[in-house]
């Protein structure tokens, strides 16, 4: 109560000041006015010192902007299948386009295939001789093995003889060489064997998981290129607009569908450059529009670092400073209620 009959105090002692104080001679309204706006200020510093705080809420004209999604494939191609039109709501992972996939889907089988002959390959190396090939060498040992019997008791049928006198030194030394012959040939069949049981030499080893890994990475990409010549959401959104029909040629990189997710929406209005620091990224702003049944909560995201001058078009309800920062605030319920191009006003407690 106290504070209220020093306000009235002060309010008269104002009122009175801003009569008595005008210049002699003075009959100019606008002069009366600014002689008023001046002559004020000590009343309001005396209030503050008093405690006594004017409401600082304030509001700004503003409009609703978005972030759009443009969807778009990373190959070129033919459009075949446009699966939405403008003013779908798409969930996640919704089929959207459809590009001509010929081409890559014969690279991806081919990609498949070369795959399929690398580790085909590597098996054969890992594995040694066909077990025919093994069996067949098998076969010649064991004959040499019967050679090398009989040759070995033709030896010690001569080597007695040739002690007794019978046989000369001659068929001895023939003897003794068809003997150490069929032991070479057992020896030589025997190391084939072992060496067709063996895999392949280690650098061919090597050299074939080399071409298996490099066809794996083939048909990995084969299988991306396949994958870009369909055009997915990436989250739940509204059709905002198609840019190509069926039957038109779509270049890499260029959007085919143009999508509006509702978390996209963003509230942009202009502070004047005399307010921008009583902003702060993170407050919060109600923001009010010509039919809302309820102000819409929002959290500013962004204030620009630069100042600009007023847009040309703003919808602004009286003359603001012509020096202004942009500031960007999110919606943090009821963002359904907001359409894009929408006039609001934005009010804010500032600091």
């Known amino acids: 109560m106290r504070r209220i009959a020093i306000a009235a105090v002060l309010l008269m002692l104002g009122g009175g000041c801003i009569v008595a104080c005008r210049r002699p001679g003075s009959t100019s309204l606008v002069e009366s006015a600014d002689e008023a706006k001046a002559g004020s200020g000590w009343v309001a510093e005396f209030a503050t010192a008093l405690g006594i705080e004017r409401n600082p809420a304030t509001v700004f004209s503003g409009y609703i902007d978005a972030d759009y999604v443009f969807v778009a494939s990373s190959i070129g191609g033919t459009l075949t299948n446009l699966a939405v039109a403008r003013g779908d709501k798409v969930a996640k992972g919704t089929l959207l386009f459809q590009l001509d996939d010929t081409a890559e889907r014969a690279a991806r089988n081919e990609a498949e295939a070369r795959l399929v002959q690398a580790q085909a390959q590597l098996g054969d190396l890992l594995t040694g001789r066909r077990q025919p090939e093994v069996e067949a060498i098998i076969a010649q040992r064991t004959q040499a093995e019967a050679s090398l019997r009989e040759s070995s008791a033709d030896y010690d049928r001569y080597v007695r003889l040739r002690a007794a006198g019978v046989a000369s030194e001659q068929q001895l030394d023939a003897a003794r060489s068809k003997k150490d012959g069929d032991r070479a040939l057992v020896d030589e069949f025997g190391a084939q064997v072992r060496a067709a049981r063996l895999a392949g030499r280690e650098e061919q080893v090597r050299a074939a998981r080399a071409a298996v890994e490099a066809a794996r990475h083939d048909l990995a990409q084969a299988d991306w290129r396949l994958s870009q010549m369909i055009g ?84 602004s309800r009286e003359q603001r400073s012509r020096l202004m920062f942009m500031v960007e605030a999110r919606p943090q319920d009821r963002a359904d209620t907001l359409q894009v191009g929408q006039p609001v006003d934005v009010t804010m407690e500032l600091r």
Not at 243 to 253: H, K, W
Not at 287 to 314: H, K, L, N, Q
């Open 232 to 315: 997915t959401a990436p989250a739940d959104a509204m059709v905002v607009d198609t840019l190509f029909r069926p039957g038109e040629m779509v270049t890499a990189g260029q959007p085919v569908i143009q999508l509006l997710p509702p978390e996209n929406l963003k509230i942009r209005f202009f502070a004047p450059e005399g307010m921008v620091a009583d902003i702060a990224v993170g407050a919060t702003v109600r923001v009010t529009c010509d039919g809302c049944r309820a102000p819409v909560v929002a959290a500013i995201r962004f204030i620009s670092p630069r100042a600009e001058f007023t847009p040309p078009v703003i919808y």
